[in-house]
């Protein structure tokens, strides 16, 4: 049964619809777009229902909207539950409520939802600009809840935007000793849904051509590191973080359980001290340096046999790791041969000319470094070429690389190189992780991109234990000393932020990640951790929860009662007031000409006697009348009121 | 600018109306419109034949509401204002037989000639708008509009109505001698009587109700409140003996209000207080020696305060 819409009144129904639509505005960018266009519809008929240009549907039509949308909302996610489905959910059902609503409870159901709705953005970003756009719709939204409940106030736009900001001024305070004080717990203080990790790019488990290449054209940051002292060249910052020694003849992946012994470490001088902020990547491993310091390893964290720095859980959140590395270094050096069988398996089958090379290589070579020498020096001299865009590779992947198309990305070198090595009988294997980074002046730190991702290898030689052999570095030098964007010919699809070479763009781009890097650090990074580091620094010890409860509590207090003194102090109001004082000035005017205004003599009746009197003043003095009394006794005075009440004042001539 | 203007208009129909029975006293019926809007009740102290109960039978007669009149002499006992309870034979149980105080309008004619008893009795119902008797309460009928008339005290005969229960009408007016021009009309007309039977009603009690709750609405501000306490404080001290209670200055912005509203406006202003002022605290106020010389005193209080 249809009816006609006699609720909310316009002006709030602007208001509440509009603060609807904003809330809703950033999920269209990953809601189904048939979800977001039905949305939007159901806003617009309610929105003209309250204009009175539609009716409401009926019960049955919501019934059916409801069944149809939410079947949809199935067939879309093959699920109700979880992040994406059900802020689906939530986003239909907004929508639906509006069409439903009749009344004031319902009106305030709608704009509480919404304030929920603000919250669920928060599930995909959490940067500075949603942040931003979220308070300005949280002020839409609060400006609804005004234009409900003092609809009087509603007639004019500003007055409930006014009010609104003044209240969540008054709340910033609040939050912000909500944020500092309110206990922190150890882990998060409640999971996401598990698919609220699904769409993070970075490293995999495996490595096979093209695998890399495909992740070097996002620009999405990795992680930041800054060094304490200062940092090391470009071309020794080898991120470490995947050591793969498995081949099936195509794809390198990691080796399960324990091989080989625990590796002997050996190191000299002094250790380099760096912290590393790391996106979430849903993944355990840790880009550290090489090689980690085993006395100085992060909380929750362990290494393994071949020196992986793994976490024990994955990295969900923003993380910030302290670490030290030692740069020089020997590593298994007194590993035998039989110890690393599983750093020479190769598949049985397949490759045969790449095995032909490498048996040419050793029985050219007197040792294993030679070996090692002899094949970088193949790479360099035999017109193989750096690219993003090889040409695909058939079942003998290795052999097509090295004899057919010679061109290729680092995974095709690293793999290459590592098969001839074990072919050749010099233990090998590749490690996957980030090479170099973008050194950004303004924080003071490293930016390491996913386009920063690389693949090397490591040879076991006799002595010297395992050593680093990067065969990228043979094609293209410039990639391990300039970075990739120096090193690929233009017209490779890197991303645009890579390409610019505008300064002043770099620049801007460069602070803006220094101050996102503070927000994510210090904002969203605000943990146990950081609250407990935050106090000590500040000279209070460490600080119990049931201290920072009390804290919380005489914070608050203090906080409500300044607001509440400073707002209710009655030696705030001045007196006699703006409005008073320029009436007096009116009636001073008026007492030059002989019109002397009696102290108990009303507004109305002093017009009323300058009709009689001075009947030329009254229309002016009629109309100034009516402005004060409106400004003075009425009920809905304005700023706008009293600018024009003064210039009809000092119009005025008796 | 208003939304109170089609009620204001009725009401200003309403003035009218009643004018062309009550000749000449536009103010004092507009003081007993306020008076009803106001949700208080209504003194007027005059000498007999002034049009007392002429003023109260036109007011309910255009208002559109029930009327009843009570006599009051000095024999007159409660039962015959609440009413009683009669044993039915028939059905075997007492029947209660609801006295002249359920309407909605009631004159209570010539006051200060009933007992004390009898008159408390009015006044306590006035207070609770209900009525207690034989151990039940009963709600009177909503709107419940007194007004009662007194001749001055000086009269053989009469009870004076104590302070305290004076206190209890939001406002005393007297009627006063028509001047001479309607004192002609008055007497060239036709009858009264006959005017007000035949007369149309222009509200009923459920509009009376919803203008009621609208006067209730209209804006005070700080201002003018200001301007209510000046004038309160004032009273309390220095040439007043008794100054207003602070019921006086609620009466006071209660009927400040209505007043207001039936000039058509949303807000209060000093002129509505000043408008109202002698009714509502004319029989609150005394004088430095006991004297009330009710107008004088409330126009020395107007003239001795300045509007903040």
């Not at chain 2, 309460?137 to 709107?143: F, G, I």
């Amino acid at each position: 049964m249809p009816s006609r819409a006699s609720f909310p009144p316009l002006p709030a129904g602007h208001w509440l619809f509009a603060g609807i639509t904003l809330v809703l505005a950033p999920h269209a960018l990953h809601l189904p777009p048939w979800l977001s266009a039905i949305a939007l519809a159901m806003i617009a008929w309610r929105w003209a229902a309250a204009a009175g240009r539609l009716p409401l549907p009926g019960k049955w039509i919501l019934v059916l909207l409801l069944a149809g949308s939410a079947a949809g909302i199935l067939f879309e996610y093959r699920t109700l539950f979880g992040r994406d489905a059900g802020v689906a959910m939530l986003t239909l059902m907004l929508a639906l409520k509006l069409l439903e609503m009749r009344s004031y409870r319902d009106a305030m159901l709608t704009v509480f939802l919404g304030y929920f709705l603000v919250i669920t953005n928060f599930f995909y970003t959490q940067d500075i600009p949603l942040a931003v756009y979220l308070f300005a719709v949280v002020l839409v939204l609060t400006g609804a809840l005004i234009a409900l409940n003092h609809p009087a106030s509603a007639r004019r736009w500003r007055a409930p935007l006014q009010l609104s900001a003044l209240l969540l001024a008054q709340a910033v305070p609040v939050m912000l000793l909500l944020f500092v004080l309110f206990p922190r717990l150890g882990g998060p203080l409640w999971g996401l849904p598990s698919d609220a990790f699904s769409a993070k790019s970075g490293l995999s488990e495996t490595i096979a051509p093209g695998s890399i290449s495909e992740l070097v054209q996002s620009d999405a940051i990795a992680f930041r590191a800054q060094f304490e002292g200062a940092p090391p060249m470009p071309s020794s910052l080898y991120w470490r973080a995947l050591v793969l020694e498995s081949f099936d003849g195509r794809t390198w992946s990691r080796l399960r359980g324990r091989h080989g012994p625990e590796p002997t470490l050996e190191t000299t001088g002094t250790p380099i001290a760096y912290s590393l902020t790391i996106e979430p990547h849903d993944k355990p491993w840790i880009f550290a340096l090489e090689v980690p310091d085993p006395q100085a390893l992060p909380p929750d964290s362990f290494l393994t046999r071949s020196l992986q720095l793994m976490a024990n859980t994955p990295m969900q959140r923003l993380t910030r790791l302290n670490l030290s590395a030692y740069l020089d270094h020997r590593v298994a050096a007194d590993a035998t041969l039989p110890q690393l069988g599983h750093a020479l398996q190769l598949p049985e089958q397949g490759n045969p000319q790449a095995r032909e090379l490498a048996l040419r290589l050793r029985s050219e070579a007197g040792n294993d470094a030679e070996v090692v020498a002899r094949a970088l020096a193949l790479f360099r001299e035999q017109g193989y070429s750096y690219t993003l865009t090889p040409p695909l590779l058939g079942e003998n992947s290795i052999d097509e690389f090295l004899f057919a198309t010679r061109s290729g990305f680092c995974e095709h070198y690293a793999s290459a190189f590592t098969f001839l090595m074990r072919a050749a009988g010099v233990p090998a294997r590749i490690v996957a992780g980030y090479q170099g980074g973008e050194f950004n002046p303004a924080g003071g730190y490293f930016i390491v991109r996913q386009s920063d991702a690389h693949a090397w290898s490591e040879v076991w030689l006799d002595g010297r234990g395992w050593v680093r052999v990067d065969p990228t570095a043979a094609v293209s030098a410039s990639r391990i000393q300039n970075g990739i964007a120096s090193a690929l010919a233009a017209g490779e699809p890197l991303p645009f932020l890579l390409r610019t070479d505008i300064a002043w763009l770099k620049q801007l781009r460069q602070q803006w990640d220094a101050v996102s890097t503070y927000w994510d650090l210090w904002v969203l990074g605000f943990d146990q951790e950081q609250q407990i580091g935050l106090f000590a620094r500040l000279g209070l010890g460490i600080v119990s929860w049931r201290e920072l409860v009390w804290g919380l509590a005489i914070g608050l207090g203090a906080v409500l009662g300044l607001i509440a003194a400073f707002t209710l102090w009655p030696g705030r109001r001045p007196a006699p007031d703006k409005v008073q004082a320029l009436y007096l000035r009116f009636c001073a005017k008026l007492e030059k000409a002989g019109l002397a205004r009696m102290p108990s003599e009303g507004p109305l009746d002093f017009a009323q006697r300058i009709r009689s009197l001075r009947p030329e003043l009254a229309d002016d003095a009629d109309a100034l009348v009516q402005r004060y009394v409106e400004l003075r006794y009425g009920a809905h005075a304005s700023g706008d009121m009293l600018k024009s009440f003064a210039a009809q004042v000092r119009r005025f001539k008796a | 600018m208003d939304t109170n203007t089609p009620l204001a208009v009725m009401l200003e129909s309403t003035v009218r109306q009643v004018g062309q029975i009550i000749l000449g006293k536009e103010r004092e019926i507009r003081l007993a419109l306020a008076c009803v809007l106001a949700r208080g009740h209504l003194l007027i102290e005059d000498l007999p034949g002034m049009g007392k109960t002429t003023l109260a039978h036109a007011l309910a007669q255009t208002l559109g509401l029930q009327f009843h009149r009570i006599q009051f002499t000095a024999d007159l006992l409660p039962a015959d204002i609440l009413g009683v309870s009669v044993f039915d034979r028939e059905r075997s149980q007492f029947v209660f037989h609801p006295g002249p105080i359920f309407a909605h309008l009631i004159l209570a004619d010539e006051v200060n000639r009933a007992t004390p008893k009898a008159q408390s009795a009015l006044l306590e119902a006035m207070e609770e708008h209900q009525v207690t008797t034989e151990g039940e309460t009963r709600a009177l009928p909503a709107p419940f509009f007194v007004i009662a008339t007194q001749n001055p005290t000086q009269q053989v005969g009469t009870f004076p109505l104590p302070e305290s229960q004076l206190d209890r009408f939001l406002m005393r007016i007297a009627l006063g001698y028509p001047d001479a021009q309607a004192e002609r009309m008055l007497l060239a007309g036709e009858d009264r009587r006959e005017m007000i039977a035949h007369m149309q009603p222009l509200l009923d009690p459920a509009s009376l109700l919803a203008a009621q709750h609208k006067v209730s609405e209209v804006f005070v501000a700080e201002a003018l409140l200001d301007y209510v306490q000046a004038l309160i404080a004032r009273s309390r001290g220095g040439k007043f003996g008794a100054g207003l209670s602070p019921r006086a200055g609620l009466a006071l912005v209660h009927a400040s209000r209505a007043w207001a509203f039936l000039a058509g406006r949303s807000q209060v202003l000093p002129e509505d207080v000043q408008a109202v002022l002698p009714a509502v605290a004319g029989h609150r106020l005394r004088g430095p020696s006991g004297e009330a010389d009710a107008d004088a005193l409330a126009q020395a209080l107007l003239a001795s305060v300045a509007i903040p």
